[in-house]
């Protein structure tokens, strides 16, 4: 009964597009969340980079809940995704795999799943533990800078394959991600000038300090 029920609403053109409509949004809300989050941790961490600020307890629980909602947003992402994929495929059939858009957004969301386990196992952990992106080791905030820029430029990246229907095989795989790489490049080298910026204005400002308790 349960089996010819599903199979009975696959094959009601009306009732599959309710469907896909009702995952559409939850998957637009999922990724409206996730930006939302990545956009206030990022905003977050230039101000305390700015300010030389160090990361206090109340700091780092933030940073590890925004990091869970963010986990669960791209959970509910990848589910909605698939979802959304498969109810396409049933109505266009194995030529649906071959559009470059959705080849895109799948491999940006491949790389935002790995680069978040990398933010989650390493990154974190490695600036509640120095308690400040300035006091990270060299190659400890050169991963941090890189990731942090990837997470950003990935998720707008991302959104605005969801929303660019035009773009749907109009365009090869390349031409559709030839942008993608430079942005994230451009975002870690502003990050990069920002942070060495920040570290020669600590440096100056430490030994005016000593002088003048010494004084």
Not at 22 to 34: E, K
Not at 89 to 96: R, T, V
Not at 178 to 197: E, S
């Amino acid at each position: 009964m349960t089996i010819n029920t599903i199979m009975s609403v696959i094959e009601n053109k009306e009732c599959m597009e309710f469907v896909r409509l009702g995952v559409v949004y939850a998957h637009l809300v999922a990724c409206c969340v996730a930006i939302g989050l990545v956009l206030t941790s990022d905003i977050a961490m230039v101000k305390n980079l700015l300010k030389g600020k160090v990361l206090s307890e109340h700091d780092n629980a933030h940073l590890e809940s925004l990091q869970t909602s963010v986990v669960v947003a791209l959970i509910a992402l990848w589910f909605t995704g698939i979802a959304i994929v498969g109810i396409d495929y049933l109505e266009k059939g194995i030529e649906y795999f071959k559009n470059p858009k959705l080849q895109a957004k799948v491999i940006i969301v491949m790389l935002l799943t790995y680069n978040g386990i990398l933010l989650h196992r390493l990154v974190l952990p490695a600036m509640q533990k120095a308690g400040s992106l300035l006091k990270l080791g060299f190659s400890a905030r050169m991963l941090a800078l890189f990731c942090g820029s990837l997470s950003a430029v990935s998720w707008m990246y991302a959104a605005l394959l969801g929303v660019g229907r035009p773009l749907a095989w109009k365009y090869s795989l390349s031409e559709l991600l030839m942008a993608y790489p430079l942005l994230i490049a451009l975002g870690f080298l502003t990050m990069l000038a920002l942070t060495q910026r920040v570290r020669q204005q600590h440096n100056v400002v430490v030994p005016q300090r000593t002088v003048a308790s010494a004084c």
